[in-house]
């Protein structure tokens, strides 16, 4: 390729900006290196505003189980940690301390 092609040449746009979806905040780019896609498959699979609500929900749900666990773990670990120190056993602190003791 000379210095005459190369200047003819049209730099392609390698993105795009895609239509907002519903209930999206940010706005979405789609990269075009394989060619132009098919917005409208794109837009139709894409999870409709009650999926992303009911979704969020259980995600809301599960981050609130999971910090309800840490905490009962936390308080039985303390509870273990008494007991041992009462009857004289060395716990490792963290589970990284504990001795491997998986059958491989």
Excluded: F, Y
């Amino acid at each position: 390729m000379n210095c005459n092609s190369a200047a003819r040449t049209v730099a392609r746009p390698r993105c795009k900006n895609c239509p907002r979806a519903a209930g999206a905040r940010e706005q979405r780019w789609i990269h075009l290196l394989c060619g132009e896609p098919d917005i409208q498959a794109l837009m139709a699979s894409a999870p409709t505003t009650a999926e992303a609500e009911g979704l969020l929900a259980r995600v809301t749900a599960l981050e609130n189980t999971l910090a309800r666990l840490k905490a009962d773990n936390a308080q039985l670990r303390s509870h273990v940690l008494n007991i041992s120190e009462q009857l004289g056993i060395a716990l490792p602190q963290t589970l990284d301390d504990a001795p491997d003791h998986s059958q491989n």
